[in-house]
């Protein structure tokens, strides 16, 4: 038995459980998933039994309970050094957990607009103003990462890091709602759902059953 066990929710549209499963398959450790399909009447109580703060993603290491995705990266990093899930510099690294913790605290609108549904797709070529900034910082905030530590592959600081791990879900909704993107983003867009790891939950996802049609792109009012 696997001695790390991964809570998530649905593949399709759980962008923290994306994140923390992501952050686990970047440290390289050896982890059993469980999902508990969201909005239904028995989530909650389901969430509950095994997650402090009643949300997935939440990280189970014998007793110790690890909730939060930023908390499950930090967690595995301090367990995992070899995996140099962060980059290597402190000034890189700096900038690669501002970014992580700005995804994580900030840009409301891309997610409260554009849920994450990975098998959705339609086409917003004019997205909505809070969303239309958020794609501006985004922009800003890749191409920064990318021209200072970047020159060694294509991710924000070169090799895939946890910055990449944090900004995937929203590489995902890029794809989803076709939203308009410059050159250098929209190829940074194209490296992360290319990655291995994205590409096989991204796979997931597509086989799931349970659909939550406010969540789904489709249903959005643009
Ligand atoms: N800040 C948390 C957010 C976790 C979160 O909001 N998870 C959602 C799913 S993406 C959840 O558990 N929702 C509970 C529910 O739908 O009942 C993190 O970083 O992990």
Not at 7 to 35: P, T, V
Not at 97 to 123: K, Q, T, W, Y
Request: glycine share 6%.
């Amino acid at each position: 038995m696997a001695s790390f066990i991964l809570h998530i929710g649905n593949k399709n549209y759980s962008s923290w459980s994306f994140r923390g499963w992501l952050a686990c398959r970047l440290a390289g450790i050896d982890f059993e998933e469980r999902l508990i399909p969201l909005d239904r009447p028995e989530t909650a109580a389901a969430i509950a039994a095994v997650s402090p703060n009643k949300r997935v993603p939440c990280l189970e290491h014998g007793s110790v309970r690890v909730w939060d995705t930023l908390a499950i990266a930090e967690y595995l990093n301090e367990l995992r050094p070899d995996a140099a899930m962060w980059p290597e510099s402190p000034a890189a690294r700096a900038m690669a957990r501002s970014l992580a913790a700005e995804m994580h605290s900030g840009f409301m609108g891309i997610r409260n607009r554009c849920p994450m549904d990975i098998r959705g797709s339609v086409s917003v070529p004019n997205p909505p103003v809070e969303v239309a900034a958020d794609l501006a910082r985004l922009d800003a905030a890749w191409a920064t990462a990318r021209t200072t530590f970047g020159a060694a592959g294509p991710y924000l600081f070169g090799r895939w890091t946890l910055a990449d791990v944090f900004f995937a879900p929203a590489a995902s909704r890029c794809r989803t709602y076709g939203l308009p993107l410059g050159a250098a983003a929209a190829a940074y867009v194209e490296a992360v759902l290319s990655h291995a790891d994205v590409e096989a939950w991204s796979a997931a996802a597509l086989k799931e059953p349970w659909r939550i049609p406010h969540e789904d792109a489709a249903e959005q009012p643009f």
